[in-house]
């Protein structure tokens, strides 16, 4: 079984410009997770998904960040303007069911904003 | 503002000893009760998970729920070299505004764990 597939794994960009994150979930698994880790912190839920509908994005900075689950399969995490702050690791995990049982992560993209 | 607390550590311990991680959490509603291990420069892996209060075994490791306390902990005997890694503890509760039929993780900073050989 594939596991969760991310891209790219590494990116460097300037403050202000835009940047966007790729996933894709293990195949069958419902529920899809943007995690955003600062180094020396445990990962930050920012948006989850239930098939195409979002769940909660309480702590989604929704003034630069915004994401998308088309078709209930992939999903796409963009930040635009970055800041210094968003220099982080994005993680994508996903799971059958929202919430319950395990999560499986993806890789991780390694963010320097500078 | 859902909370999850860890020691950050460094926790040392020598190889073959106990290592003992604990895990406090604010949100009573919590449900389940994850352990997860990442190392350095990787993604978090789980390693057990938790729902009744008591003991649960896994091999090398046991995790200890008490929801009166509102309290989780993580021990692993044998500890080996290749246990060294940070220890997420995760705690699950319903997402506010779901009605009760969605949740979510909460993560603490997670402890950095080294066995010295």
């Known amino acids: 079984e594939a596991g969760v597939a991310q891209s790219p794994r590494y990116k460097i960009i300037e403050k202000r410009q835009s940047v966007a994150f790729w996933c894709n979930p293990i195949?069958?698994?419902?529920?899809l997770y943007w995690y955003q880790q600062i180094l020396g912190q445990g990962p930050k839920l920012l948006i989850q998904?239930?098939?195409?509908?979002?769940?909660?994005d309480s702590q989604l900075p929704k003034d630069r960040f915004s994401a998308e689950r088309l078709k209930g399969v992939d999903s796409t995490l963009k930040i635009q303007p970055a800041k210094l702050e968003d220099s982080a690791v994005y993680l994508c995990a996903s799971s059958l069911v929202a919430g319950v049982g395990e999560q499986y992560f993806g890789p991780g993209t390694r963010l320097t904003v500078t | 503002q859902k909370e999850v607390e860890q020691n950050s550590g460094p926790l040392s311990v020598p190889e073959g000893a106990i290592a003992s991680l604990n895990c406090t959490y604010s949100?009573?509603?919590?449900?389940?009760f994850f352990w997860y291990r990442q190392y350095s420069g990787k993604s978090p892996e789980l390693i057990m998970f938790?729902?009744?209060?008591g003991d649960k075994e896994d091999g090398r490791f046991t995790a200890q729920l008490n929801k009166a306390s509102q309290y989780v902990s993580l021990l692993i005997r044998d500890s080996q070299p290749s246990d060294s890694a940070t220890y997420l503890c995760a705690v699950n509760g319903p997402v506010a505004g779901g009605g009760g039929s969605n949740y979510k993780l909460t993560f603490g900073k997670g402890t950095l764990l080294t066995v010295n050989p």
């Open positions: 195949s069958g698994h419902a529920t």
């Open positions: 938790i729902y009744s209060n």
């Open positions: 998904f239930q098939n195409n509908g979002v769940v909660d």
């Open positions: 949100d009573r509603g919590s449900q389940s």
